[in-house]
Each structure stands twice: as C-alpha cells, then as structure tokens.
C-alpha cells in the first residue's frame, strides 16, 4: 500500500473526503517528524511508538580495500510496534 492508496483508505472509512483525508495525513506525518526532530518519542497507543535513538560515531573497515572509516554519528529514527498492532498483523 503506497500513500495515496492509504489516503484513499483513510478518506473511505472515515467519510472525509481525498483532499481532507490527505490533509490530516500530511499533517500527522509532519507533527511526528517534529516532534522526533525535538528528542520526543510519539506514543500510540494500540499501534506503536515511534522514537529516535543515537548512533555513535564509528570506524568501519571497507571490505575491498581493507580500509578504515569514520562514519559520523547520527541521530536515526525508529518505530517499536504496539501489542494492538502485532495482534493485528498476526490473526
């Protein structure tokens, strides 16, 4: 299912229209990207939670050349599942 095949979903069952329902998607996506951006974790309850975690700067070795590398750190964004949504999948 790609995005706007969710939107149409979204719109079907909550008898919003396309454009409302594309809407309240966009705006949910960028609420989350900005609270993720602050440090904030976004809970869910029933479907999960979506957070971000640190990952440290590093060396790597390339293995062609047997070369090492700094990677940088970075911030990287994650979701754990909720009990609702593993129940779901797994009927």
């Known amino acids: 299912m790609n995005k706007q095949e969710l939107i149409a979903k979204v719109a079907e069952k909550s008898g ?3 454009g409302q329902a594309q ?3 966009e705006a949910a ?3 989350i ?3 993720l951006s602050k440090g904030d974790e ?9 957070l971000v975690t640190h990952r440290p700067e ?4 390339i293995p062609g050349t047997k070369d090492t590398k ?3 750190a970075v911030n990287v964004p994650k979701f754990k599942p909720g009990k609702g949504l593993k129940d779901t999948v797994n009927k």
């Open 33 to 35: 990207g900005e609270a």
């Open 42 to 50: 976004v809970r869910l309850i029933g479907f999960g939670t979506f």
């Open 23 to 25: 809407d309240a998607m």
């Open 58 to 61: 590093r060396d790597v070795r």
């Open 70 to 72: 700094r990677v940088p």
């Open 16 to 18: 919003l229209t396309k």
């Open 29 to 31: 996506i960028e609420a």
